[in-house]
């Protein structure tokens, strides 16, 4: 049992994120798939990232209503280019109850472990590294006016309320209809929703095999629910069915990146329903977009990068996503020291400065992201640098740069160069990070 400050920290309108890595291990529940997985902290708005160690670049996949996908039956699946992330709901419905808002979750398999087919041990382990608060306001999907979506016997609701607060009616031709009421928070997820595990009918064993899934399930992980609607071991609560659903329609939420305002009402609904009204949500404009960010002024760009005057190349960031881009701006005046002897009486910006003012941004954002204290990052390579119009004095330049790879020390950079509307020099870059 943990003390009433985690929970009391856990509710604070602040986003969170988790204090130290913690791993845990197991087979995968639909595919049965041996799989290490291990959480790490992440910086304020950069959500929740798979990171699928086994494959080659280790792809990463964020947690947002985009990279859903319909990859295998009976549980929710995200997709980025070639990496997939399957069973995802138990890990998302943990980090969702608990008010973990950025984490990147490394694996080397394409599905997280079942562990006992309820989310409590994801609890447990969160609990056991704790949440440490960031300096950012949590997102959340704010609801001012009731939404619904409904299909047949299918229907979801949200209705304008404070906090979070999930009913739901759960009715099987095998089993009494169970309705249940919670208000989530840490302490009443972890207590009352976190332990519900996974349910079948033991008629559907056999369909499920011939599909290719629950590999990975067992009655040790798995209630199996026979015709008489008996499970295969005591259950962990009378209505532990409704609950397991309340866990799964928790973590399908998150798909959003940020669970809402509301009093969620549901009703016969599953994964399937769920994504598709995560998507109606954000079709419908009512997700929460990510916040307006500040502009980085130099000052603050040069306590992480160690070039002082006259190789300072960037002059602001005015976007930027963790480990992904960044847009910078750098002002060509005539007073600049190059001028004195490129060409002083047609003064030309060096194209190997620009592409040095390219490399500066990329190390501002991965020295920001990963760097750690006394590191430096140096060129390891520089291609297909192409240089398309003169650069002279007077130009604004607008820096654009996105991560291609990054592995540990290692970044690969593409990076465009342009004044106006017009581009003036790209080039593909790779920095490498590394002490002094």
């Known amino acids: 049992m943990v003390s009433d ?59 947002c209503q985009e990279n859903w996908a319909d990859i295998l039956p009976r549980c929710t699946s995200l997709r980025s280019g070639d990496a997939t992330v399957s069973s995802v709901e138990h890990l998302l419905s943990a980090f969702g109850g608990l008010g973990v808002d950025n984490a990147v979750v490394e694996l080397d398999a394409p599905e997280p472990p079942g562990l006992d087919g309820s989310a409590a041990p994801y609890v447990e382990a969160i609990e056991a590294v704790g949440l440490t608060s960031q300096d950012a306001p949590r997102n959340f999907i704010e609801v001012v006016e009731p939404f619904a979506l409904s299909s047949g016997e299918r229907q979801l609701v949200l209705l304008p309320a404070d906090a979070l607060e999930v009913t739901f009616v759960y009715a099987h031709p095998q089993t009494s209809s169970q309705v249940a009421t919670f208000k989530i928070t840490p302490e009443s997820y972890a207590r009352d929703i976190a332990p519900a595990r996974s349910f079948c009918f033991e008629d559907e064993i056999e369909a499920l095999q011939a599909l290719g899934i629950g590999k990975g399930a067992s009655y040790e992980n798995v209630l199996v629910i026979n015709s008489a609607g008996e499970p295969s071991t005591p259950l962990r609560f009378a209505d532990e069915f409704v609950r397991h659903k309340i866990l799964d329609m928790i973590g399908d939420l998150y798909l959003a990146g940020s669970l809402p305002k509301a009093h969620v009402m549901a009703m016969r609904t599953g994964h399937q329903f769920h994504a598709e009204f995560v998507q109606a949500l954000g079709e419908a404009g009512h997700l929460q977009q990510a916040p307006v960010q500040e502009p980085i002024e130099v000052m603050d760009i040069y306590d992480v990068l160690p070039h002082r005057h006259p190789m300072c190349m960037v002059d602001r960031v005015i976007e930027y996503e963790s480990k992904k881009r960044a847009v910078g701006i750098k002002n060509v005046t005539y007073n600049e020291p190059i001028f004195e002897g490129h060409f002083p009486t047609q003064p030309v910006m060096p194209g190997v400065l620009q592409i040095e003012a390219l490399a500066q941004l990329a ?16 060129f390891r390579s520089i291609s297909k640098a192409t240089f398309r119009r003169a650069v002279i004095p007077g130009d604004q330049l607008r ?30 870059l790779s920095i490498v990070l590394a002490s002094v």
Not at 27 to 38: F, N, P, S
Not at 39 to 44: C, G, Q, Y
Not at 368 to 377: A, C, P, Q, S, Y
């Open 363 to 378: 190390a501002w954002l991965v020295l920001r992201d990963i760097g750690k204290e006394g590191e430096l990052g140096y």
């Open 399 to 428: 820096l654009e740069i996105e991560v291609a790879q990054l592995r540990s020390r290692l970044a690969r950079i593409e990076g465009r160069v342009y004044v106006g509307d017009e581009l003036a020099t790209e080039a593909e």
């Open 5 to 63: 400050n985690y929970y009391k920290m856990a509710q604070a309108d602040l986003q969170q994120t988790i204090q130290k890595e913690t791993t845990l291990t197991g087979k995968g529940l639909m595919l049965g798939e041996a799989v290490t997985l291990t959480l790490k902290p992440a910086p304020i708005d950069s959500g929740i990232v798979f990171r699928r160690m086994d494959m080659v670049d280790t792809p990463e996949v964020k947690v």
